[in-house]
C-alpha cells in the first residue's frame, strides 16, 4: 500500500488524499498555465524576467521569484546558448574612422545613432549572410539584407533600407566594425551623401559594437539554432518574419524596460 510506503498512518494517507486542493494550489496551477501561454507565444524563448513582465502586462500580480520557481518544477526554460563566430574581414588597407561611439550605447532620441554588422546563417545550400542597421535608441532593426554572399552591396542594402524607412535630419552617427565591407568607398559614400558621421570599433574588439552583436546572439540562440534550413530561400522567409513581426513588435527587451523595440 502507498501509506506503507511513505510510512504514514491509513488514516492519514486517506486525510490527505482527499483533502480538498488549498487556494494556493488552485491559484498555482491558474498561474502555470497562463505561464504555459506566455512561453508559447514568445517563441519559448523568454526566461522568468520577461515571463513575469508579459504577464503583468495583462494584468497580473505576480512576482518575479514564484515565476521562477514554478517554471523550474515544470522545467519550461528559454533557448539554451550556443557559440557562433565572427564574420569581420578587417585585413585590409582602406581607411577607418575613429571610434567616435566609444560604447556610448545608451541613446536618448531616435535616429541619433545607428549600428551596423553582417552575420551568417548555415542551409543546405551553403551561407546565407545577413546584414542589419539598429537604431539603438529602440535597439529596433530598421535596415536588412540577405546574400549568398559577402559583399559590399550587402551592407550598403541594410543601409539603403535604413535611409529610405527613417528619412535621418542631420546629426546621425553611424557606428559598425571596421571590416571592408564597411571602409569600402561605396559603403563611405552612400553615409556622406547623407551627412552621416562615421565610427569603427576598434581592431579585434568586439564588444565597441556590442548592441549589435548582441541582436545576433539573439537572433541565433532563438531562432537559428533550433532551425535546419533546407533552402537560403526558407532561411530568408524566416529570418525576415522573426526581424519584423516578432523582433521589432513583440519581443521584449530588458534594456527597454522590458518593453518590445516598436
Partial sequence: MKYRAIKVSPSGYYAWLNRPESARARANRRLLNQIREAHRRSRRCYGSPRITRELRAQGLCVGENRVAKLMRAAQIRAKSVRKWRATTQSSHRLAVAENTLNRAFNVTKPDRVWAGDISYVWTTEGWLYLAVVL???SRAVIGWAMSERLTTELATDALTMALRRRKPKGGLLHHSDRGIQYAAG???RLLAEHGIDCSMSRKGNCWDNAVVESFFHTLKVELVHHQRYLTRDE????????????????RRHSTLGYRSPA
Avoid: M, P, S
Fill in 135 to 137: 537604431d539603438l535608441y
Fill in 186 to 188: 561605396d559603403y563611405q
Fill in 235 to 250: 532561411a530568408r522567409q524566416d529570418i525576415f518574419e522573426w526581424i519584423e513581426v516578432f523582433y521589432n513588435r513583440q
